[in-house]
């Protein structure tokens, strides 16, 4: 897997022992190949992953298993062994250019981490809430993505925090769902910053984005969705009006005006299912199309990922108007009939504004 | 990436493996120093107690009196969720039953001499109408191997069964051994 990155890397290592460059500007060149010289992520990068996923799974179900054969200590060394191997070896395979398999190896013994959490509270009959094992679990991870500046662990941070908030959101209608979910994010967010991982950095901005529609379901107070959809709008405005100084303070890249129509529709969406059959939804929905039809003419151009969650959300909006507004008097004959020329039609004018955004001075929108 | 990152992935290893050792010494010391007490084991969910690798218990003191408290939450969830101290003594049979509760500290005045407190968590709220609150001692799991859940399952139904269980000086308790009748039929080991 002698990629670019890895070529370059041991170049940078030369110039250092030459004395051509200095430790720091040698660490920082390095880490830069990482995680931006690659272009884009390799097969057997994939492949790695997906296989440590899968030994993460295995060492789980494994302890669920609570299998006697071998004694409950003989478990808890053998998940310790994994988790000093799995990081030491991991930053070996890092240390000979083996990027992916290192980051996979480092997947692992954060799992094997998570595992021995299950395994003690196993041993020890613990009834003690899992969202507290889970937060522990993330907490672990977060501190080994962050010393080791890992991507693949900032990833797996970012999950786990987000399985500790989602589990709090389905117990017990959301009550106990905590607010400090948002300083969660944010340390985290600054994490991904630290590990250079954009990936992480635009599940996190996901996962807020389901936090606010719990904190809704939480309060059923529309200060959740109208912040989200404020903030999704200056969002959007911060990239438009400063890219540059917006780059360097979320790096979003171009995914940043779809993360902020996302947070935008979520916002709106909520308030739309909440005013059904009530005055304010017509109001909410002029505002809804407004925003999809205002990101479309000023950043559709640049990113084709916009353009199909833009038409994609229209038509989700069409239909989901009709039914609310007139389904009830016109029955599902007339819907699909209805249906079918609202589609053809923006068909029609999908594949021609298509024809026109995408020239070949285009940027293609990279999503992750 | 350097020689350095060698160092630094062995610290994490360390410590995470550290921590996770911290928790394993910190239950076997409840289980070797704890003071013992009997309590009498009833199912939780006549239909289903079996879930994935456990068996959900509940304990004769798992729902306590309101008249025990010391005195009535005056919080905006009624005291759900909060610590609450159950002082336990040893009734005519052996199996030891609850005798006064408080929220968030020990009841006053410090336990006699055979007296112990155990610390749980509230998992009702006090309305008006409650007559006793739920509690959760963190000892309301019981492992086993896979496969052998439902005979135990179907064996809890049938009898009453008691288990042993350490409490450490903090109020922590700790599932030691289950018994059916005067047979043992788990033991948990220090590790």
Redesign the interface.
């Known amino acids: 897997m002698a990629s670019y990155a890895t070529k370059v890397k041991r170049e940078i290592a030369r110039w250092r022992e030459a004395g051509m460059i200095d430790a720091a500007t040698a660490d920082a060149l390095s880490l830069d190949v990482e995680r931006n010289g690659g272009g884009t992520i390799s097969f057997g990068s994939i492949l790695s992953m997906m296989a440590a996923a899968l030994f993460a799974a295995a060492i789980l179900i494994f302890i669920a298993a609570n299998w006697e054969a071998i004694p409950r200590l003989g478990r808890v060394t053998m998940l310790f062994i994994v988790i000093a191997v799995g990081y030491v070896g991991g930053a070996e395979m890092k240390l000979r250019g083996r990027e992916a398999f290192g980051e996979a190896a480092w997947v692992v013994a954060a799992a094997a981490f998570g595992a021995s959490i299950a395994l003690i509270g196993q041993m020890y009959h613990m009834s003690g809430d899992e969202k507290q094992a889970i937060f522990v679990w993330c907490a672990g991870t977060a501190l080994a993505a962050a010393v080791l500046r890992s991507g693949a662990l900032t990833i797996g941070a970012v999950l786990l925090a987000a399985s500790w908030m989602v589990m709090h959101a389905v117990d017990d209608w959301a009550l106990q769902l905590p607010s400090a979910y948002l300083a969660v994010a944010a340390v985290l967010y600054l994490l991904t910053f630290w590990t250079r991982s954009a990936p992480a950095r635009h599940l996190l901005l996901l996962s807020l984005f389901l936090f606010a529609a719990f904190l809704y379901a939480r309060d059923e107070t529309f200060v959740a969705p109208i912040v989200l959809i404020v903030l999704s709008v200056a969002l959007f405005a911060f990239g438009r009006l400063q890219p540059a100084q917006a780059e360097r303070m979320l790096g979003l890249g171009s995914a940043l005006p779809v993360q902020a129509l996302v947070g935008f529709l979520t916002g709106v969406g909520i308030m739309q299912v909440e005013l059904i059959d009530e005055q304010g939804f017509l109001a909410v929905s002029i505002v809804a199309f407004a925003g999809i039809i205002v990101v479309l003419l000023l950043a559709g151009r640049e990113s084709r990922t916009l353009r199909w969650l833009a038409y994609a959300a229209f038509i989700f909006q069409i239909c989901f108007i009709y039914l609310v507004m007139l389904g009830t008097m016109l029955g599902t004959a007339g819907f699909f009939v209805v249906g079918g020329l609202v589609l053809s039609a923006l068909a029609f004018v999908i594949t021609r504004l298509e024809r026109r955004l995408s020239g070949p001075q285009v940027v293609e929108g990279e999503w992750l | 990436?350097?020689?350095r990152?060698?160092f630094?992935?062995?610290?994490?290893?360390?410590?995470?493996?550290g921590?996770?050792a911290s928790?394993?010494a910190g239950?076997a010391s409840i289980?070797r120093n704890g003071q013992e007490v009997l309590l009498s084991v009833q199912p939780v969910d006549p239909r289903d107690l079996l879930r994935?690798?456990?068996v959900t218990i509940g304990y004769n003191i798992s729902s306590v009196p309101t008249e025990l408290f010391a005195e009535r939450p005056q919080d905006e969830r009624n005291g759900r969720?909060r610590t609450v101290f159950v002082r336990l003594r040893p009734g005519e049979d052996g199996i030891w039953e609850a005798v006064a509760a408080r929220y968030d500290e020990k009841p006053e005045p410090a336990p006699a001499d055979g007296e112990l407190d155990i610390r749980g968590i509230a998992t009702s709220s006090w309305y008006d109408e409650a007559t006793s609150i739920n509690i959760?001692y963190?000892?309301?799991?019981?492992?086993?191997?896979?496969g052998e859940g439902r005979a135990i399952e179907a064996n809890l139904r049938e009898r009453a069964f008691t288990m042993t269980v350490a409490v450490a000086s903090d109020g922590a308790a700790?599932?030691k051994s289950l018994h059916d009748g005067e047979t043992m039929l788990y033991a948990?080991?220090l590790?």
């Open positions: 990436m350097n020689r990152t060698l630094i992935a062995g610290a994490v290893a360390v410590l995470q493996i921590f996770l928790m394993i239950r289980l994935g690798d456990y969720d959760d963190g000892i309301e799991r019981f492992y086993v191997p896979e700790q599932i948990e080991p590790y």
